[in-house]
């Protein structure tokens, strides 16, 4: 059985700090590419980060890139987010997931991932 737990959202102030993490299980992930998403209240969904099967390769929406940071640990299976100068319109319940790499190949678009995690809420004060 396929598994994505999300961890580490939370409420902060502007300006912090906050790192997500995605934990994959029941997939061989180390051939699995990984994104992050968001959706605020009321908003559709949009894309956040990717980043390939080895981490070479990553991808950023333009509202994160030079704030956030995706990497990968295929020790651990997992998948990280690290997000600084966090602005209030960064608050949003964060998705992570994942297809095989082979099939990702509009790494933006949600419908190329076929598993889902139930997704982090995180708060950004003003």
């Known amino acids: 059985q396929v598994q994505l737990v999300e961890s580490g959202g939370g409420l902060v102030q502007a300006g912090d700090s906050l790192t997500l993490a995605c934990a994959a299980s029941?997939?061989?992930?180390?051939?699995?590419?990984g994104g992050w998403f968001r959706q605020a209240p009321g908003k559709e969904r949009e894309f956040v980060a990717a980043?390939?099967?080895?981490?070479?390769?990553?991808y950023y929406a333009d509202s994160t890139k030079g704030r956030f940071t995706i990497s990968r640990d295929h020790a651990e299976n997992k998948v990280y987010l690290q997000m600084n100068s966090l602005k209030p319109e960064d608050t949003a319940v964060y998705y992570c997931?994942?297809?095989?790499?082979?099939?990702?190949?509009?790494?933006?678009?949600?419908?190329?991932?076929?598993?889902w995690g139930q997704g982090t809420p995180v708060t950004v004060s003003s």
């Open positions: 980043i390939n099967w080895s981490g070479a390769n990553t």
């Open positions: 029941g997939l061989p992930f180390a051939n699995f590419g």
């Open positions: 997931a994942t297809a095989p790499n082979w099939r990702l190949l509009r790494w933006r678009d949600a419908d190329e991932y076929a598993y």
